[in-house]
């Protein structure tokens, strides 16, 4: 069955830096990924969307990279701020349907 | 714009007691989803409509009904509520394309 996995483990970065997550998916070739942001208490809140055909979407400090051979997507906030502190989630389109990642939580360091 | 706005926010629940969960959207959206989050879980699909007066099964329907018998509105519904059941409740909505969901702010759900 498809799989989409993102860290479990929570991912501390000080403020200033780089903050990677990864998100990786199993036997399905999405046409596009999401990415989300959720706060404690809310709903999540959509980012950025990325095409199976484009290797790398920006939008100011956040990247997104995919990867159909490596089945991966890669989410990066440059200059990180302890506001960017959130889950973050992928999601990938199967048939109809969007199916979400159980998320990373990201703390941002001060 | 409103956007999603589910009603309502928070419930308690008895053990086979009923209840129905309202969203609506303002975004004229063509599909719309109900999803469950819980903890170690994350979010998964229990209803989804493509669009008015037609709805499908997602990934745990056990237990739920839906209807959308207006395009702005998609109704959750619990006929007899279980512990299981307890978990926080999100409504979606999104265009044919389906390339962004705007969710709603959840509904809290615990039965008891």
């Known amino acids: 069955s498809q799989k989409i996995e993102q860290n479990s483990e929570a991912l501390n970065i000080q403020e200033g830096k780089t903050a990677t997550l990864t998100c990786n998916y199993t036997n399905y070739s999405p046409a596009y990924l999401q990415w989300y942001r959720q706060d404690p208490g809310r709903g999540p809140v959509f980012l950025l969307l990325?095409?199976?055909?484009?290797k790398e979407k920006r939008k100011e400090r956040l990247k997104v990279t995919f990867d159909t051979t490596l089945k991966q997507s890669l989410f990066h906030i440059t200059a990180s701020q302890p506001a960017d502190s959130a889950t973050y989630l992928c999601?990938?389109?199967?048939?109809?349907?969007?199916?979400f990642g159980k998320g990373t939580r990201l703390h941002i360091l001060p | 714009n409103a956007g999603v706005t589910q009603t309502p926010k928070f419930r308690v629940l008895k053990t086979g007691q009923s209840m129905t969960l309202l969203c609506a959207q303002d975004?004229?959206?063509?599909?719309m989803y109900w999803y469950r989050q819980d903890p170690g879980m994350g979010l998964r699909l229990i209803h989804y409509s493509v669009g008015e007066g037609t709805t499908a099964k997602g990934e745990v329907p056990d237990g739920y009904n839906v209807s959308r018998l207006k395009k702005q509105n998609f109704l959750l519904g619990l006929e007899s509520a279980a512990p299981s059941q307890t978990s926080v409740y999100f409504c979606?909505?999104?265009?044919?394309?389906?390339?962004?969901?705007?969710f709603g702010s959840g509904t809290r759900l615990t039965v008891v």
């Open positions: 979606a909505s999104s265009r044919r394309d389906r390339n962004r969901y705007t």
């Open positions: 999601a990938l389109n199967r048939d109809d349907k969007i199916i």
């Open positions: 990325i095409r199976e055909n484009e």
């Open positions: 975004m004229n959206h063509e599909y």
